[in-house]
């Protein structure tokens, strides 16, 4: 620029100018990932007992074994659907999870052994959650209904519903339930039974406790349960 005629004044401005460009578009993206956080972080997680509760409203057998999937693996809802029986009849699921693109391998628990013996007769190559119209697996939207359906039926939501959304078949909860509200529940529980944070953590696939902390909206009151539950004995 030096070259082309301009000052060592108005280069400085120029790179001023440019470096306040960048600030602004870091933080606008900044913003954009706190707020999809903050979104995540006020999805409520289901308590154990309405985990039971949900797993007795929905109303097939292949529901039922996505709430077990869910709550046991703590995988993401397009991961889950993802899967097929060839992945879940063995001792571990391995797969790559497709929003951070990590390698995540869970034990598969004996509750999640016990639902897919009621599917013996579908084939390795068959998706757990097949589609109706035969043409691969049902969608997130469909999975989120499945669990807002079964939250309303055991008394945890009621939903409001325009004409328009009801001929596109949408639900939109007052309350914030769904999916993710199982993938929470298993953080919530290991945590409320004195699990290291950082076992939670790492099962998540996130960066920090704190990011974790967040997640699962771990607040001061919780922190002063699981205080009041001390009791050495002396």
């Known amino acids: ?12 401005a120029m790179i001023a100018g440019d470096n306040k460009e960048v600030a602004k578009t870091k933080k606008k993206k900044k913003e954009v990932v706190e707020k999809k956080r903050d979104g995540m972080k006020y999805v409520t997680p289901f308590k154990m007992n309405e985990v039971v509760d949900i797993y007795n409203a929905v109303e097939s057998d292949r529901d039922r074994l996505y709430v077990i999937i869910s709550v046991h693996t703590a995988y993401r809802v397009s991961d889950i659907l993802q899967l097929k029986f060839k992945d879940v009849r063995k001792q571990l699921i391995t797969l790559i999870e497709g929003k951070t693109k990590n390698k995540r391998t869970v034990e598969i628990h004996d509750r999640i052994k016990e639902e897919l013996e009621k ?5 390795d190559e068959e998706f757990c959650f097949p589609s109706r119209q035969g043409n691969g697996h049902i969608t997130r939207q469909t999975a989120h209904n499945i669990v807002v359906n079964a939250a309303e039926k055991i008394g945890l939501i009621t939903r409001t519903v325009s004409d328009k959304e009801k001929r596109q078949g949408k ?3 007052e309350l914030r339930y769904g999916t993710h509200s199982l993938r929470k529940a298993f953080g919530r529980f290991l945590w409320e039974n004195g699990y290291d944070i950082t076992i939670i953590m790492e099962h998540y696939g996130h960066s920090t406790p704190n990011i974790t902390r967040t997640y699962l909206g771990i607040d001061q009151d919780d922190k002063n349960k699981v205080t009041r539950l001390i009791n050495y004995g002396v």
Not at 2 to 9: A, N, R, S, V, W
Not at 119 to 123: D, E, L, P, S
């Open 1 to 12: 620029l030096l070259g082309q005629g301009f000052t060592h004044e108005q280069v400085a």
């Open 171 to 173: 639900i939109v909860s």
């Open 119 to 123: 599917f013996a007769h579908c084939g």
